[in-house]
């Protein structure tokens, strides 16, 4: 059975992921107000938001080795806390420089905590010994759109963007403290326990043998533990790559899938609308809805992924949702109404929902003591592809119809369902 602290783990978890999303939409919707006040162009802006990614991705890169030393549990507090500060930096900038200042400090913190609560999360998903990966995700996009809506209701009711970001940061900050000692403990050699100390002869996911019936709820699925109770400890498994270099090239294999996955994400989220706009002549209200369908599927899609992947697998899940999303992209590219153009946005919001949530539970599950170096590499490569996936395409706007430059993440998501095999465990 699952115990009380294990569970009070997973809803720390799910805070942690709703906190991010919360603070990241506090800063997109107050951008209009925050540009006018600091003088920041459109262009300028642009350049800043290359900043924030930038910094992000350097959080990512020294959070991993961070948190196989000190633990994800005490990154997790310290990155938190970093993100409920910096979000109100916008808000106090006074012009370009130090808006750009604010932003770096703010993408630092945000990258270093996506890579600490995906850590917790995979630590939470093996103590489950099922998937539930793909629901943490979802609530990182639940507390984007409630962030959404509380900055909306402010700026309705008039409050300014310093006002809204202190309430925010404040509220952050005691969510934080709420939320880290319910965290798993990492230890560092890979070994981890409850937020409080467990009954005596208690496995641990550091200790590989199974866990008797009785105590578990029944025995652990293979793709969780796949080695045998008499196995010689010293004996690679499917968790255990045989060298660094196998490592390095499974890391490598599955940034690289994730890089197309979130490459098509990204490319759906900033070009969704306009290609509706451009290739239906539906007026923009109307193009808004493409975007809309999209992250309403994957959200939902997404809350239903564990399950899905605990049926067939997480290779499954990766090929049949990079088929899904490569078919709604297709009829996209085809259709010639609005009501079909929706439909092909929301099958690929669908097929893209439970893909990198089996890539990140892959990355924190290839065995050793450096299981969020792993994952912060796969994080790093993924996230180039949210970036470069909107600007090739808008390169290649400038040469081709919108409509067609899709062709493109159609054909490599493609090849992630043919490469599927690499998120095998």
């Not at 067939?312 to 899904?324: E, K, M, Q």
Request: glycine share 12%; with cysteine.
């Amino acid at each position: 059975m699952i115990g009380r602290e294990l569970r009070s783990a997973r809803a720390a978890v799910f805070g942690a992921f709703t906190l991010n999303g919360f603070l990241l939409a506090m800063w997109v919707v107050h951008i209009p107000a925050i540009t006018d006040r600091t003088g920041v162009s459109a262009s300028l802006l642009g350049m800043f938001v290359l900043l924030l990614a930038g910094a992000a991705l350097v959080g990512m890169r020294l959070a991993g080795p961070a948190a196989d030393r000190l633990g994800s549990r005490t990154l997790v507090a310290v990155a938190a806390s970093a993100i409920s500060v910096t979000v109100l930096g916008p808000a106090l900038a006074t012009g370009p420089v130090t808006l750009g200042i604010a932003l770096a400090c703010f993408g630092f913190g945000n990258g270093a905590l996506d890579v600490s609560m995906n850590t917790q999360a995979v630590l939470v998903e093996r103590e489950y010994h099922r998937p539930i990966m793909s629901a943490f995700h979802a609530m990182f996009s639940g507390g984007g759109f409630a962030g959404a809506l509380v900055g909306a209701a402010t700026q309705r009711a008039g409050w300014s963007p310093q006002l809204t970001l202190t309430c925010a940061g404040v509220g952050g900050l005691i969510t934080t403290a709420l939320l880290v000692p319910h965290l798993i403990r990492h230890h560092r050699h890979g070994a981890v326990s409850q937020p409080q100390d467990r009954p005596r002869g208690s496995a641990t996911p550091g200790d590989h043998r199974p866990e008797p019936a009785e105590a578990s709820g029944g025995p652990r699925p293979p793709s969780f533990d796949p080695r045998p109770a008499d196995a010689d400890p010293a004996r690679p498994t499917p968790h255990t790559p045989r060298s660094a270099a196998d490592r390095r090239r499974k890391v490598l294999s599955l940034g690289v899938i994730a890089f197309v996955l979130l490459l098509a994400e990204g490319v759906a989220a900033d070009w969704s609308a306009l290609q509706a706009r451009e290739h239906l002549g539906v007026p923009e209200s109307a193009a808004a809805l493409a975007f809309g369908a999209f992250s309403a599927a994957m959200t939902l899609g997404r809350f239903g992924a564990d399950r899905v992947s605990g049926a067939i697998g997480p290779v499954a899940v990766v090929r049949f949702g990079s088929l899904l999303a490569a078919t709604g992209l297709a009829v996209v590219i085809a259709s010639p109404v609005l009501p079909l153009t929706l439909f092909g946005w929301a099958l690929c919001g669908l097929g893209l929902a439970g893909g990198v949530p089996q890539i990140f539970t892959t990355a924190g599950n290839l065995g050793g003591t450096t299981a969020a170096t792993d994952m912060s590499g796969v994080f790093t490569i993924g996230y180039l592809g949210l970036l470069a996936g909107p600007a090739a395409i808008g390169w290649l706007a400038a040469l081709i119809p919108l409509t067609a430059a899709l062709i493109v993440p159609l054909v490599l998501t493609l090849a992630c369902a043919a490469a599927a095999n690499v998120v095998s465990r």
